[in-house]
């Protein structure tokens, strides 16, 4: 029997003053990096050899995550998701979502995975509280998913994802980073998994970031022809699509299909006027926006024994109106798995 809420998901009650950045959004949602590793090597993700791993004495304990969030729910946080790196490779994640769970004031608790280890873990992943997941899956050929991540591990990602639907883990949010002439051919086929089943399947535009010398503005395929390409399949209608609260995604659906199909513009559409969310990084520093140099080192004060609150004040009262992506250089910026990407 898997575990149950605490209440339905949702506001902050009027009576707890609700953490606000100075351009008014309130800040529900905390992604939280469990770990900087991964055993995958993406190609828009990490270089394939020569990354400085984090110490393990720098990563915070999984007590220490689980006191952020005691002292951020009071404040009007509510919605989780764990990442990484890749979260499912850090040992005993279930224990983290236990405790995660725990907290009364958190009414969902999200997962993103590359899936690897779904069929193995979503059981009990589910039975401690998790609510969900999303699952990166960038080819469904066995050759490619190995040319991309730089991995053999001989996975099945529609495997995975089924895996995790079956053990109540729905619903699925498939993500795919689409480049033009590494995987670009596949969009179709991917967004036909919609068809038969209920998943939400969304096109990430490639943001090149981090020490991706392989990859370039050209592979960038904006999210415009995605759709038209897609729309040439069949007519696409706009849906509400799976979203709680501000989510960055915008949803559409094919006549008949049983799922979604959305697409993340982080290239030509900012989402920052409805960003809701914050990071927390593996070695425990609050990152306000997922670019830039806007954070705030937690862990060494968590450490100390001292309250959190008013740095977390501080860290919002420093959240940017909307990130420079487009402004910056490629490489400029680190990758994502360095901070929760
Ligand atoms: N390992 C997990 C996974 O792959 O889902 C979680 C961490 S991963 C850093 C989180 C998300 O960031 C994935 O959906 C991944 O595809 C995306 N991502 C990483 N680097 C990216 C990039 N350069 N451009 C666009 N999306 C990227
Ligand atoms: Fe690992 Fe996810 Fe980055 Fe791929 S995108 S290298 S799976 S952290």
């Known amino acids: 029997m898997s575990a149950t809420r605490h209440d339905s998901p949702g506001t902050v009650p009027a009576s707890q003053p609700a ?19 991964c055993n995958f090597r993406c190609l828009y993700c990490m270089p394939e050899t020569g990354m400085q791993w984090l110490p393990k004495s720098e990563i915070l304990s999984y007590e220490e995550i689980a006191e952020v ?18 979260p499912t490779i850090r040992p005993q994640l279930h224990e983290l979502i236990r405790m995660l769970h725990a907290v009364p004031e958190i009414t969902d608790i999200a997962l993103s995975t590359n899936g690897v280890r779904l069929p193995e873990l979503a059981p009990l992943l589910r039975e401690v509280g998790l609510d969900r997941i999303n699952m990166s899956v ?5 050759e490619r998913i190995s040319h991309i991540a730089r991995r053999t591990l001989g996975f099945d990602p529609v495997r995975a994802a089924q895996a995790a639907e079956d053990a109540g883990l729905g619903p699925i949010k498939i993500n795919m980073v689409v ?13 036909r ?22 990859l370039t503005w050209e592979h960038v395929v904006p999210s415009d022809e995605i759709l038209s390409r897609l729309r040439a399949i069949a007519p696409l209608t706009p849906s509400a699509g799976p ?11 094919w006549a008949g299909a049983v799922g979604n199909i959305g697409v993340i513009t982080p290239m030509t559409h900012t989402y920052c006027a409805s960003c809701n ?24 004060p968590l450490r100390a024994g001292e309250q959190l609150e008013p740095l977390f004040r501080q860290a919002l009262a420093d959240k940017p109106k909307e990130h420079q992506l487009l402004q910056m ?9 360095q901070v929760g990407g």
């Open 19 to 37: 953490l606000r950045d100075q351009f008014g959004r309130s800040i529900e949602y905390l992604r939280i990096s469990v770990t900087d590793r």
């Open 69 to 86: 969030v005691r002292q951020l729910a009071p404040l009007g946080l509510r919605r989780l998701r764990i990442t990484g790196g890749e």
């Open 138 to 142: 960038d080819s469904l050929r066995a």
């Open 179 to 191: 480049m033009r002439g590494i995987n670009d051919d596949e969009i179709e086929d991917i967004a």
């Open 193 to 214: 998994l919609t068809l038969t089943h209920p998943w939400h399947v969304r096109f990430i535009e490639l943001m090149p970031v981090g020490d991706m010398r392989a």
């Open 243 to 253: 979203e709680r609260g501000n989510g960055p995604a915008a949803y559409y659906q």
């Open 277 to 300: 969310r914050v990071r927390l990084t593996a070695d425990g520093r609050l990152r306000t926006c997922l670019f830039g140099d806007h954070e705030v080192d937690l862990r060494t």
């Open 329 to 337: 250089q490629i490489g400029g910026l680190r990758a994502l798995s």
